[in-house]
């Protein structure tokens, strides 16, 4: 996958906010054309989300915000999904940034092949010395249930406000906004013994057409 190299090198990431994992298998997306989410921004965009029934509470830096459109379908389960899902793209971010060092929530919103990568991707920005700063949206936010326990997802990401900054002199890597500035994510969720919709693949679409504004 080039796209280690091209950080490595640059420290010039436009998916800085986000995790785009590499995956061999793709999620199941047999079943398509899940109500689409209306056009509302959920609480998740917030810098930080209170722990409760066992869950770990996620925090941000000031300069990493996230906003995610469409949370509230009138499904109680979609509902529920998209917002383990919103958490789930918020840990990831807090494990990168160093709110969550030793990847608590990380661990708590992914399994399987999506932890794994997740936690190469973390690997990666401290390899280079790096953190993030800035901006990401996500929208169109679909979810089709394949059954009582799983569910597919998949939602635009813009990530043209969202750069890469070096950890030792503050320096943010800015670059261009092209059409991969926004991506297609497609992911699997499947629910925990403890209710949790857990992330178990995802795998993304750079430049994907459906996502372009």
């Not at 399994?111 to 794994?116: C, D, E, F, P, S």
Request: charged share 25%; hydrophobic share 30%.
């Amino acid at each position: 996958m080039n796209r280690r190299t091209a950080f490595l090198t640059t420290l010039a990431v436009t998916t800085a906010l986000t995790l785009t994992a590499c995956g061999s298998d793709q999620p199941d997306t047999s079943a398509k054309g899940g109500d689409k989410a209306t056009e509302a921004t959920t609480p998740s965009s917030s810098a930080s989300t209170s722990a409760s029934d066992g869950r770990p509470k996620i925090e941000l830096p000031a300069d990493v915000k996230l906003t995610f459109e469409g949370g509230e379908t009138g499904d109680p389960v979609k509902d529920a999904i998209l917002a383990d899902n919103a958490e789930r793209m918020r840990a990831v971010d807090a494990a990168i940034t160093g709110t969550d060092p030793k990847g608590e929530a990380l661990a708590f919103y992914n399994t399987g092949k999506a932890l794994k990568a997740a936690q190469d991707w973390v690997a990666q920005f401290e390899g280079a010395g790096a953190t993030m700063t800035g901006e990401a949206r996500y929208y169109d936010r679909e979810v089709s249930l394949k059954d009582e326990d799983s569910a597919t997802l998949t939602f635009c990401a813009d990530e043209s406000k969202g750069f890469s900054k070096d950890k030792k002199t503050g320096e943010i890597h800015k670059t261009p906004v092209t059409e991969n500035s926004y991506v297609l994510y497609n992911t699997r969720l499947d629910k925990s013994s403890d209710g949790v919709w857990r992330t178990s693949q995802i795998i993304s679409t750079r430049g994907a057409e459906q996502c372009q504004p």
